[in-house]
């Protein structure tokens, strides 16, 4: 894979998704408490919170303790969040996945 050409898809593309998912939720980025994104790469993580202007204290990475897990990246990441304590019943959770060939996708939870 160019690494340089998927870093740029995800920048573009996973931001877009994200605000798109959100618009169907009928909600505002401000009204999220998490961003928790496919840990693949803390630039990616760092420059799609970036881009969405959200405050990288809000943003879940366990990127450091555990490397990429492919698609078990964002379940293995919110069960630590949920299990510390960091997120708590009511909460709402933006959500992205990306990987093979291009593809991607989102999803806002409100963790119950």
Request: glycine fraction near 8%; charged fraction near 20%; avoid cysteine.
């Amino acid at each position: 894979m160019n690494g340089k050409e998927v870093f740029r898809f995800a920048v573009r593309s996973v931001p877009q998704s994200i605000e798109y998912a959100l618009e169907k939720a009928g909600l505002v980025s401000s009204s999220v408490d998490w961003l928790l994104l496919h840990q693949a790469n803390q630039r990616i993580i760092d420059a799609v919170a970036t881009r969405l202007e959200f405050p990288q204290e809000k943003v879940i990475s366990n990127l450091a303790n555990y490397g990429n897990t492919s698609a078990a990246s964002i379940p293995l990441a919110l069960d630590e969040a949920v299990r510390s304590g960091k997120v708590k019943p009511g909460h709402t959770i933006a959500t992205a996945g990306f990987g093979a060939d291009l593809t991607w996708g989102s999803a806002i939870i409100r963790w119950g």
